[in-house]
């Protein structure tokens, strides 16, 4: 998102929204700043980054990226994209490309967000989560959020506010805190995507009562389906966060949720 502008992936294709007006883009799209990008195939087949300004759609500069590049940001001064267990930033002043994040298995980085020189991602791994925040500018890498309970995943960054989705075995919730805060305000709670066990091993039996267990949220759409919060950006005036349902025989429905601020 970029002020009240927003673009989403539709089926093969992107939709880039400005000024209310819907104007096609290509894949995986991003807005940020005056200016929108989406993948695109090249006569030779291979794959380029277009970067256009947002408003009117004229196209500014073409990026070759390689066949794994995906997950697309953009800021006025950056963009950045996935390509395979790296994160790469292109500075768009002079076109100088290099990776600003790796990670090898089992930890793996989520998809960028920009905010101006400002570059956040996510960093998961079998024991522990983070939200990084990395200064493309001097380089200065801060620890935003870690947590060893809870995931901490999809985070976007705009000005002081931070927003991620949040889970853990009770809940998924979509949180906003400043930059700074220890902890964030929730927008939105929905019930994990797993199934909850019975919280005790058969040959012992339940709890003794009084042992008190977090109630866990209703499970969210028909049975059978598994519910997901995934990406996030933040408007001016609004929250976004992706929701995929994915049904038993493996049929997969996106929607976009927003919460009003």
């Known amino acids: 998102a970029a002020g009240t502008d927003l ?3 539709s089926g093969a294709a992107g939709v880039v929204v400005s000024a209310g007006q819907p104007r096609p883009a290509g894949a995986q799209p991003a807005v940020g700043g005056a200016l929108a990008a989406w993948l695109e195939q090249r006569a030779d087949g291979t794959q380029q980054v277009v970067v256009t300004n947002r408003v009117d759609g004229a196209r500014l500069r073409e990026v070759p ?3 794994s590049a995906g997950d697309l940001a953009i800021s006025d001064t950056q963009l950045a994209f996935t390509e395979g267990e790296a994160i790469v930033v292109v500075r768009l002043a002079d076109g100088a490309a290099r990776v600003a994040a790796s ?14 020189d400002r570059l956040v991602f996510h960093q998961a791994g079998p024991s522990s989560s983070a939200i990084v925040e990395l200064d493309l500018a001097s380089g200065t890498r ?8 809870r995931q901490l995943t999809n985070p976007t960054l705009r000005g002081d506010r931070l927003l991620y989705v949040e889970t853990n075995q009770y809940q998924q919730a979509l949180v906003l805190a ?10 939105l709670r929905i019930a994990p995507a797993i199934d909850a066990d019975k919280g005790y091993t058969t040959p012992h039996g339940p709890h003794r009562p009084g042992i008190p267990r977090p109630r ?6 028909p049975a059978g389906t598994i519910t997901t919060l995934t990406t996030t950006a933040l408007a001016d005036d609004a929250a976004y966060v992706t929701r995929l349902r994915r ?5 997969l429905r996106t929607a976009l949720l927003r919460v009003g601020l």
């Open 7 to 9: 673009a989403w992936q």
């Open 247 to 251: 049904s038993r025989g493996g049929a």
């Open 178 to 187: 400043a930059r700074g805060e220890a902890r964030g305000r929730t927008l």
């Open 216 to 221: 866990r949220l209703p499970k969210e759409g």
């Open 103 to 116: 990670a090898r298995a089992p930890v793996a980085l989520g998809r960028p967000a920009l905010d101006g």
């Open 65 to 67: 990226v390689g066949p």
């Open 142 to 149: 801060t620890v935003l959020r870690r947590a060893t309970r």
